[in-house]
């Protein structure tokens, strides 16, 4: 589970999936050492989490991010229970969108002083796929051709004192017509625009954890595909 508390990425994985020790700078045996902030620094690993630990971590990353810190893993004993807890907590809200391309260039938005891909909530009724086409050609004003899906993010807001959950399914696409392309300048997008590959790189470093996220997935995608080729 890709999660994202204040966009600082909180990856959730089962206890099964043993990470590589050498990738992290501090690791945390939740069973025997309480999480404070002083020990989130760099990226960290946080083993045998449970609920309390989650809560926990929602307090210390809810209000000021600590300085230094990049990424947390924390491996689950019960991972379907943690996911049972984040739903009770939270009101989840369900969204889609999309990454388009238009041969090597890639589909990027402008929207409240940050570079991000066009997304938004589901409709009534509305599946994830419907939503993410219809998302993207209101946002941008284009039409687009729907492909595979690249991954999954989660992250964590307030709204009118309450937490929200927002369960944000991403897809690639490719243009069909973007002759009319301009911005919904009512959903507070000032600019759209096609980006190269160095662009994109460029542009995310003004933009948000989660679409550098979604940005690694379709990368990683994209080789994967390249070396199957071979």
Not at 132 to 145: G, H, M, P, S
Not at 147 to 160: A, D, L, Q, V
Not at 201 to 229: P, R, T
Request: aromatic content about 8%.
């Amino acid at each position: 589970m890709n999660l994202f508390i204040n966009d600082i990425p909180v990856q959730l994985v089962r206890s099964s999936e043993r990470p590589n020790k050498s990738e992290f700078n501090n690791i945390i045996n939740a069973e025997i050492e309480p999480i404070t902030q002083a020990k989130l620094l760099h990226r960290v690993w946080i083993k045998h989490a449970k609920r309390e630990d989650l809560d926990q971590l929602f307090d210390l990353l809810d209000t000021t991010v600590p300085q230094g810190l990049i990424s947390i893993t924390l491996t689950i004993d019960d991972y379907d229970d943690m996911k049972k807890f984040l739903k009770k907590k939270f009101k989840v809200i369900k969204a889609a969108g999309g990454l388009v391309r238009k041969k090597d260039k890639i589909l990027m938005i402008y929207r409240l002083k940050k570079w991000d891909l066009p997304k938004g909530k589901l409709d009534k009724n509305e599946g994830n796929r419907e939503a993410a086409v219809r998302e993207v050609e209101e946002e941008c004003n284009v039409k687009v051709q729907l492909n595979e899906k690249i991954c999954t993010t989660w992250h964590t807001y307030t709204m009118k004192k309450r937490r929200i959950l927002k369960k944000t399914s991403w897809y690639t696409m490719d243009i069909v017509k973007d002759s009319k392309m301009k911005p919904q300048t009512e959903e507070d997008i000032e600019e759209v625009r096609w980006m190269t590959r160095k662009e994109v790189f460029h542009a995310l470093q003004d933009s948000y954890k989660s679409i550098g996220f979604v940005f690694d997935c379709y990368f990683k995608k994209e080789k994967e595909a390249e070396e199957a080729k071979l």
